[in-house]
């Protein structure tokens, strides 16, 4: 039972070059999220999804896009990516039903550096 | 909208020593309430959560948080801890509706020392 995937788990990036992060559940979850993860702030949500073919901006969404054509993938991209940018990005998913449908399932994580 | 404000960043303990990590929270309207840790170079994990009933909330690990909705906190503790404890721990909260995001706190770096 995988959960929640995050790829690739590190990665370095010049300033100005793109990249997608995937991320992907097996848990037929709903709702998935993207957050970064900075040193004293915790986390902080850049954009999510309320299910397959919508997406919606979180507290932190300049630079960054994402998409969700399946229901067990949201894509987020960096356009063109910033020193600003560098961070621990998590993706969280959680499913529908009462109390129940909180963000709940982490991935491990995945490390951007931007020189 | 909601916020919330762990009280302490960093709290230094002995092993075996009770902790209590302090969470406060704002909002205009119900609220589901949890409590994660995040051990070094891992992802976020649920300790526990409070969505309605019993103030008094069991998680994993022999943690407890206690729902105060008069004084909006929502603090977390554990009897005696074990060095195995030493984490980082961040209070969040939701609004209590279908697929809402949750907000964190900064984070509590708990250190427990022998």
């Known amino acids: 039972n995988a959960g929640v995937t995050q790829t690739p788990k590190f990665r370095v990036l010049k300033t100005g070059q793109s990249m997608t992060l995937l991320c992907a559940q097996d848990?037929?979850?709903?709702?998935m999220y993207w957050y970064r993860q900075d040193p004293g702030m915790g986390l902080r949500l850049i954009h999510y999804?309320?299910?397959?073919?919508?997406?919606a901006k979180g507290e932190v969404p300049d630079g960054y896009n994402v998409s969700r054509l399946k229901k067990q993938n949201f894509l987020l991209g960096l356009e063109s990516a910033a020193p600003s940018q560098t961070s621990v990005y998590f993706c969280?998913?959680?499913?529908?039903?009462?109390?129940?449908?909180?963000?709940?399932?982490f991935g491990d994580g995945t490390r951007l550096s931007i020189l | 909208a909601q916020s919330v404000t762990q009280l302490d960043s960093q709290v230094p303990v002995f092993e075996e020593a009770p902790v209590e990590l302090r969470c406060n929270y704002s909002?205009?309207?119900?609220?589901?309430l949890f409590w994660y840790v995040q051990y070094p170079n891992q992802g976020l994990q649920l300790l526990l959560k409070y969505l309605s009933g019993s103030t008094l909330v069991k998680g994993i690990n022999g943690f407890e948080a206690e729902f105060n909705k008069s004084q909006t906190s929502f603090h977390l503790r554990k009897p005696s801890v074990h060095i195995s404890d030493t984490a980082e721990y961040f209070c969040?909260?939701?609004?209590?509706?279908?697929?809402?995001?949750?907000?964190f706190g900064k984070g509590t770096t708990l250190s427990v020392s022998s």
């Open positions: 969040a909260v939701s609004e209590a509706q279908a697929g809402t995001a949750l907000i």
């Open positions: 848990m037929n979850h709903e709702y």
């Open positions: 909002s205009s309207v119900s609220v589901y």
């Open positions: 969280a998913s959680g499913h529908q039903g009462g109390g129940e449908n909180q963000p709940q399932h």
């Open positions: 999804s309320v299910g397959e073919g919508t997406t």
